[in-house]
């Protein structure tokens, strides 16, 4: 199968493109079957909300918990994992604006600013996507073995992504869709002078960010490997 925007072969049944990160959305005609299956099911039960709506509602949980709350679910995680996510943000964000340095280079500080946070809550929200997937999943969050932020990186940089892009469910690529559009609606809607750039360079700042989504999703993927 062909990637409906750049245009490249990827592999049968895939959910993202692992070139562009564009999100396939029906995929092979088996799965736009089994999807219109799904959509009757739901729809002869409308008080039961969908596997996306449930998941979603848990993300909302963990991701704009405060105080007591914000801490319990920190608490999940390993003291390693910030780092890595400040280092792929910035790395990605840094990569981003150097390589288009010519079109953004009048836009105002501010703009810029509103660009990095932009890849931070992107990679921060792939994460807390992955602590809701696994709350939701009842998933065991056990205490971690000894390890540090230098095998972290290391286990990082030989990550088979391309398969763990293809486990990603379809549930999480309509969450991590969801995400992605109020980031990028969120960004734009508070930094008016991005709409002054073609359009060709705000649409791959959106395959960035969604990339940083994923990144985000498959960091909380590789740290469950240093629990008990």
């Not at 039961?48 to 007591?68: R, T």
């Not at 929200?125 to 056990?142: D, H, S, T």
């Not at 395959?207 to 993927?221: D, K, P, R, V």
Request: charged share 30%.
């Amino acid at each position: 199968m062909f990637c409906n925007k750049c245009g490249k072969q990827i592999e049968e049944d895939s959910i993202f493109c692992q070139f562009c990160g564009n999100k396939i959305a029906d995929g092979t005609p088996e799965r736009q079957s089994e999807k219109a299956s799904k959509t009757k099911n739901v729809s002869s039960q409308p008080a039961n909300k969908s596997k996306s709506d449930l998941l979603w509602d848990k993300f909302a949980e963990v991701y704009d918990a405060k105080d007591s709350e914000r801490e319990k679910f920190n608490e999940l995680s390993s003291e390693y994992i910030w780092e890595l996510i400040e280092r792929l943000y910035t790395n990605a964000f840094e990569t981003f604006i150097q390589e288009k340095k010519k079109e953004l280079n009048t836009q105002p500080y501010k703009a810029i600013e509103a660009m990095k946070n932009l890849y931070l809550y992107s990679v921060l929200g792939g994460y807390r996507l992955w602590i809701a997937e696994a709350l939701l999943n009842e998933k065991p969050l056990g205490k971690f073995k000894s390890f540090d932020i230098d095998k972290f990186v290391a286990e990082w940089k030989t990550y088979d992504f391309q398969k763990a892009m293809k486990d990603i469910s379809e549930v999480m690529s309509t969450c991590m869709s969801m995400y992605l559009e109020h980031r990028i609606s969120d960004f734009i809607e508070n930094s008016p002078s991005i709409k002054e750039i073609p359009n060709s360079i705000v649409e791959e700042l959106r395959s960035s960010i969604t990339f940083q989504i994923i990144n985000g999703y498959l960091a909380g993927e590789l740290e469950s490997r240093f629990r008990k």
